[in-house]
């Protein structure tokens, strides 16, 4: 069983930055795309970023030119650089492995984000 292992969460204040970090417990032969989504209490899961396997990259309206996604040298490993952070990018940030057809998607288990005003 393939497991996405997420580090890098915390506390920092408004203003600071993060680099969460994942990385697939396995070799998984393919992908369409891997992201990070984010849950704040109360609120539904949403997309933050995702870079497919082409390098393409989409980011949510709310962090675009202050977070930025990238893939690892090694395979299945991708990064969420966060700067200039605030305190409603409070979430636990969620690691995703889309996989092509009718494959179910691969989660981590998530990191806790909390920035503080």
């Known amino acids: 069983q393939v497991q996405l292992v997420e580090s890098g969460g915390g506390l920092v204040q408004a203003g600071g930055s993060l680099r969460l970090s994942c990385a697939a417990s396995?070799?998984?032969?393919?992908?369409?795309?891997m992201g990070w989504y984010r849950q704040a209490p109360g609120k539904q899961r949403e997309l933050v970023a995702r870079i497919t396997s082409g390098g393409s990259t989409n980011y949510t309206d709310s962090v675009r030119g202050r977070f930025t996604i990238s893939r690892g040298v090694a395979r299945n490993t991708v990064y969420l650089q966060m700067n200039s952070l605030k305190p409603e990018d409070t979430a636990v940030y969620y690691c995703?492995?889309?996989?092509?057809?009718?494959?179910?998607?691969?989660w981590g288990q998530g990191t806790q984000v909390t920035v503080s005003s």
């Open positions: 396995k070799f998984i032969f393919s992908i369409n795309a």
């Open positions: 995703n492995a889309d996989l092509p057809g009718i494959l179910p998607d691969y």
